[in-house]
């Protein structure tokens, strides 16, 4: 079974900082992808960014960049230019990836950070 | 283009009581997941749904169960509702294409309160 953790449970920055939120997972699969998901007060889960474990690069979204050590099974976000609106918790998350066969591919959850953006 | 739509937002129910929550995946996609989110935790998988047939159950008792119908949309019941049934109820659709699925996209959510 997988396992993803997020080891820190409330973080702070001040506005146009950059801040780095870590994840740390554990599986014994070898294909698979990593994500960081925001759910900002209103509750909506949105995509921030997407890694696939085959891919040595890693991911950027704009202002987003992860840091993905698949040796270390360690997967961190990263915030350049902290704006209010980035105020949310985030969640990493895990799953699985591979042709399905008539099986399911869930997202395993981390327990989350909540990040506050300060003005 | 209409992302993953789910309704009721806000729902109240007592002990004991049924409910159904519904969700419309995004065009195209024939995968449907459910999620429920206690306070301050992860989600956990509850379900998924592909071309209407149960792919995969998570660790819930039988209480939980959903459906998948032809137009893909799905919903999901919960029979005998408990306190500990309070949670927000989150629907995710994903494009699988060639026998891999892709990445899922979340609805906005049901909050289910059980007094």
């Known amino acids: 079974a997988q396992t993803v953790t997020q080891s820190q449970p409330e973080m702070s920055v001040q506005e146009a900082e950059t801040v780095t939120l870590s994840c740390t997972y554990d599986?014994?699969?070898?294909?698979?992808?990593l994500f960081w998901y925001k759910q900002p007060p209103s509750r909506q889960m949105i995509l921030v960014i997407r890694?696939?474990?085959?891919?040595?690069q890693n991911a950027t979204e704009n202002r987003f960049s992860v840091n993905f050590q698949k040796a270390a099974k360690s997967f961190s976000l990263k915030i350049s230019d902290s704006q209010l609106g980035d105020t949310a918790m985030y969640f990493c998350?895990?799953?699985?990836?591979?042709?399905?066969?008539?099986?399911?591919?869930?997202?395993?959850f981390g327990k989350g950070t909540k990040l506050t953006v300060n003005p | 283009d209409a992302g993953v739509t789910q309704s009721p937002t806000h729902l109240i129910k007592t002990r004991g009581q049924q409910v159904t929550l519904r969700c419309s995946p995004i065009?195209?996609?024939?995968?449907v997941s459910w999620y429920q989110q206690v306070l301050g935790q992860g989600p956990q998988f509850i379900f998924q749904?592909?071309?209407?047939?149960?792919?995969g159950r998570g660790n819930f008792p039988d209480r939980f169960s959903a459906r998948q119908f032809p137009n893909y949309s799905s919903e999901l019941n919960v029979n005998a509702l408990l306190l500990g049934d309070s949670a927000l109820y989150l629907c995710?659709?994903?494009?699988?294409?060639?026998?891999?699925?892709?990445?899922?996209?979340f609805g906005p959510g049901t909050r289910l309160l059980v007094l």
């Open positions: 749904y592909y071309e209407k047939e149960e792919r």
């Open positions: 065009s195209g996609h024939k995968s």
């Open positions: 599986t014994s699969e070898n294909n698979y992808y």
């Open positions: 995710a659709s994903s494009f699988e294409t060639g026998g891999y699925q892709e990445t899922q996209y």
């Open positions: 890694q696939e474990a085959y891919k040595q």
């Open positions: 998350a895990f799953m699985k990836w591979g042709k399905t066969q008539g099986g399911s591919e869930k997202l395993v």
